[in-house]
C-alpha cells in the first residue's frame, strides 16, 4: 500500500492521521467510514512518498516495563500496582531496618505446633522436618490422591495399634516406636481407615499381610532439624502432632509430597501447653455448692481449649483444697453412668465449701488426654469387652495423656505453691511436685461405684494404681 502524505503543518493537522489497520479502506472512504483527507499540495508544503508496514499490527503491544512501586518513599505510585499488560511488581531498595515496633513478627514455635495442629484437623498435609504428613482420619479422595502423587503414601501407625496388628514381631517393627507400612495397592482410604481406627476391627477382621518399613527412609535419617540441632525422631513426632491434634494417631507418610506448612519434629517433642498459658478473665460466680465464689479463665496460644478455675471462700493462710477435675462430658452434663466424673465433680465442690477455701481446676483434657471422639471409640472398645486401659493403648494413646503442668501453671497464676490436693491418683500429687506445687496433704475422695461402673474402678485400681 502506497500513499502521498503531505507535511500538513501547514493545515494543522497531523501527518498520518488517518492511517488504519486495514489492508484496503473501505470503498469510497478511510478508517471507520470517514473520506480521507484531501491531498492538496500547496505553496510551500513538501510532499513525500513514504511506505507504511502493515505487519504485526494486529498484534498486542507490549506495556511500558514494570517500574519498582514497593519502598518508593514518597512516590505517588507507591500504593498502585505498576502498569502495563503483565506488569510484574519489583521490590525497589529497602529504605531502613524494620523497627522493632512493627506489626509484622517471626513465628513462634507454639504458634508453628498450633498451625500445624489445626491442619491436621483440617485435612490438610503437613511437614514434618523431612517427613511428610496427612491425617488418615479427616483426609478425603481427592486430598489423598493429591498427597500421593506418583507414588502411594505409606502409612505410620502408633507401636502400641502395630502391636494389636500383630506387626511388632517383624524386623523393622518396634514395640514402643511408630511403625510405617507400606502401602499395597489395595489399601485404598477405607482399608487404611479401618487399619487406623481399632474400634472397626469386629466389622473387619481380616487385614494384610503387610509389610513393614523403617519409619524414615535412608535418604530422610540425615535431616537436620530446623533450629540447627542433631536430627530428631520425625516419625515420633508426627504420631504426637496427631495426639495433640485429637485424631487417631495414624497418618499417611511420603518424602516426596507438598505442603506449604513445616514444622520441625524437635519443637513438635518440646510443646508445652502451660508455657503460654495466662489468664484471660475472671468473675464473680455464685454456684450451687458455694455463692461466694470467683470463676477465672486461662487461655494458651497453643490451644483453643480454655481451661478455667474456681475459688471458693477466701484466702485464710492455709495451702487451699484444691480438685484437679479433667473434663467429662457425658460425666459432668450427661450424667453417664459408666464413670464416676459428675459424681466426683459434685462431691469435690461440696467438700471445697466444707473446708472453708479451696480451688477446683475445670481442666479441658477430655477422656484422659485423648478428646471426646476417641473417647467415644474406647466406649465401643469397652463394649467389645475390654477394660479401660486396654482400650486406650488399642487406640494407639497411652494409658493417661493429661498434662497436669497446666495445672501446676493455673495454680502459680493464681499464686498458690502449697495445696491440699483431693485425689485418688497418686500421679496427679507426683506431677504437681515435679512442677514446683507442693503438695502438704492428699485427701482422699470416696465415690460409691454402680452396676456400669464397677468394672471401670476396678481397672482404675488394679490397672493405674487410683487409690480407691
Known amino acids: ?119 491436621l484437623r483440617r485435612g490438610w498435609p503437613v511437614r514434618v522436618d523431612g517427613l511428610y504428613i496427612l491425617a488418615i482420619e479427616t483426609a478425603d479422595e481427592a486430598g489423598l490422591a493429591a498427597f500421593d502423587g506418583d507414588r502411594p503414601a505409606d502409612i505410620l501407625i502408633s507401636g502400641n495399634r502395630a502391636a494389636t496388628l500383630k506387626l511388632t514381631n517383624q524386623r523393622e517393627g518396634t514395640p514402643t516406636g511408630p511403625v510405617r507400612i507400606a502401602r499395597a495397592p ?40 530446623e533450629d540447627g540441632g542433631p536430627a530428631a525422631d520425625a516419625a515420633s513426632a508426627a504420631i504426637r502432632l496427631a495426639r495433640l491434634a485429637g485424631l487417631l494417631p495414624a497418618l499417611f507418610v511420603s518424602e516426596t509430597a507438598e505442603t506449604e506448612l513445616t514444622v520441625a519434629a524437635a519443637d513438635i517433642a518440646s510443646h508445652r501447653e502451660s508455657d503460654t498459658l495466662v489468664v484471660a478473665s475472671r468473675a464473680r460466680l455464685p454456684v450451687a455448692a458455694a455463692e461466694k465464689a470467683e470463676i477465672v479463665a486461662f487461655r494458651s496460644t497453643g490451644d483453643a481449649a480454655e481451661h478455667v478455675a474456681l475459688l471458693i471462700g477466701s484466702p485464710d ?23 464416676d466424673c ?40 469397652q463394649d467389645q469387652g475390654f477394660d479401660t486401659v486396654d482400650a486406650n493403648l488399642r487406640l494407639g494413646f497411652g494409658d493417661d495423656e493429661r498434662d497436669f503442668g497446666v495445672a501446676a501453671r493455673m495454680l502459680t497464676l493464681l499464686s498458690q505453691d502449697k495445696v491440699r490436693l483431693l485425689t485418688n491418683n497418686p500421679r496427679k500429687a507426683a506431677a504437681l511436685e515435679a512442677e514446683g506445687i507442693a503438695v502438704v496433704e492428699r485427701v482422699p475422695l470416696q465415690i460409691a461405684a454402680n452396676p456400669h461402673n464397677e468394672a471401670y474402678l476396678a481397672a482404675k485400681r488394679d490397672r493405674s494404681g487410683h487409690q480407691l
Open 342 to 381: 459428675g459424681p466426683q465433680l459434685s462431691g469435690a465442690l461440696d467438700a471445697i465449701r466444707a473446708a472453708g477455701w479451696g480451688i477446683l481446676l475445670y481442666l479441658r483434657q477430655e477422656g484422659r488426654g485423648i478428646g471426646l471422639v476417641n473417647k467415644l471409640r474406647a466406649y465401643a472398645l
Open 186 to 225: 489395595w489399601i485404598d482410604l477405607a482399608e487404611a481407615t479401618a487399619i487406623a481406627d481399632p474400634a472397626l476391627d469386629l466389622a473387619t477382621p481380616l487385614k494384610g499381610p503387610f509389610q513393614t518399613m523403617p519409619p524414615m527412609l535412608a535418604d530422610v535419617d540425615a535431616v537436620r532439624a
Open 317 to 339: 493462710g492455709r495451702p487451699p483444697l484444691v480438685r484437679l477435675h479433667s473434663e467429662c462430658l457425658t460425666g459432668d452434663v450427661l450424667g453417664s453412668l459408666k464413670c
Open 1 to 119: 500500500m502506497r500513499r502521498v502524505e503531505p507535511q500538513a503543518a501547514a493545515e494543522r493537522r497531523q501527518p498520518y492521521a488517518g492511517r488504519g489497520r486495514r489492508a484496503e479502506p473501505p470503498p469510497g472512504g478511510g478508517r471507520l467510514g470517514r473520506p480521507w483527507p484531501p491531498f492538496l499540495p500547496g505553496a510551500g508544503t513538501a510532499s513525500h512518498l513514504v511506505e507504511l508496514s502493515l505487519a504485526r499490527l494486529d498484534e498486542e503491544r507490549p506495556g511500558p516495563p514494570p517500574r519498582p512501586y514497593v519502598g518508593v518513599e514518597g512516590g505517588r505510585g507507591a500504593r498502585r500496582r505498576a502498569q502495563g499488560a503483565r506488569a510484574v511488581p519489583e521490590l525497589g531498595t529497602a529504605i531502613r531496618p524494620r523497627p522493632a515496633c512493627h506489626r509484622v513478627r517471626r513465628v513462634t514455635k507454639e504458634r508453628q505446633v498450633a498451625r500445624a495442629v489445626d491442619a
